[in-house]
């Protein structure tokens, strides 16, 4: 009954190659995020998306890019991994004040 | 601009001990700001929130936190703090205009036995 999932946990993959990180939440919010939490522990939003909108961070290199299927999913796909963007990503959804947050996947590029 | 800042980056305190965390906050209009705890390799729980109403708002695993309008602060605060309580603290604020919560840098807080 896990409210916000996501997979993998973890993710060791090589400079260059693609890869995706799935969510979901079973809450029934509206928005979802992703975002992503450095080796200083920062946490930055990334993304953000409802069934209208999508709203990116300026700073996201568009090699990221966040898929939608459905309103209980945003996955966060990645084209041509660089050694930077190891980290933890998380993903997140709201209705009105109430955020939750996935567990994190923690991605290292090797 | 509107930001939210922890100005310590590692707090200790002894068993026992009461605890505060810092965070001051930087918006327009009226703030809503929260408290998240992110223990060894988890996701972020949710601890409390201020909307309105009484400054003193009270959270899970017996934190509370305190609004100041006039210092713009949102100080996290345990009377007594548990070995438990050990872990990374973000203070977060949902800025005017937008949807998303903006975390500050955190505090990561070691309770010494």
């Known amino acids: 009954d896990t409210a916000v999932s996501q997979t993998p946990k973890y993710l060791v993959t090589q400079m260059g190659n693609d890869k995706s990180i799935k969510c979901e939440q079973n809450?029934?919010?509206?928005?979802m995020y992703w975002y992503k939490q450095d080796s200083k522990k920062f946490l930055k939003i990334m993304f953000s998306?409802?069934?209208?909108?999508?709203?990116i961070n300026e700073t996201v290199p568009n090699r990221f890019s966040p898929k939608s299927p459905d309103k209980a999913h945003l996955n966060l796909h990645i084209n041509s991994l660089e050694l930077g963007d190891s980290a933890v990503y998380f993903c997140a959804s709201n209705h009105g004040l109430l955020y939750t947050f996935g567990s994190g996947t923690r991605l290292t590029v090797v | 601009a509107q930001s939210v800042a922890q100005p310590e980056d590692q707090v200790n305190v002894a068993e026992g001990n009461p605890l505060t965390v810092k965070c001051t906050y930087s918006v327009s209009g009226n703030p809503y700001l929260f408290w998240y705890v992110q223990y060894p390799n988890r996701g972020l729980q949710f601890l409390l929130k201020y909307i309105t109403g009484d400054n003193l708002v009270k959270g899970s695993y017996g934190f509370e936190a305190e609004f100041n309008k006039s210092q713009t602060s949102f100080h996290l605060k345990k009377p007594s703090a548990l070995v438990s309580d050990s872990a990374l603290y973000f203070c977060?604020?949902?800025?005017?205009?937008?949807?998303?919560?903006?975390f500050g840098t955190g505090t990561r807080l070691t309770v010494i036995p």
């Open positions: 977060a604020v949902l800025l005017t205009g937008a949807n998303n919560l903006f």
């Open positions: 998306y409802n069934n209208k909108e999508l709203i």
């Open positions: 809450l029934g919010h509206d928005t």
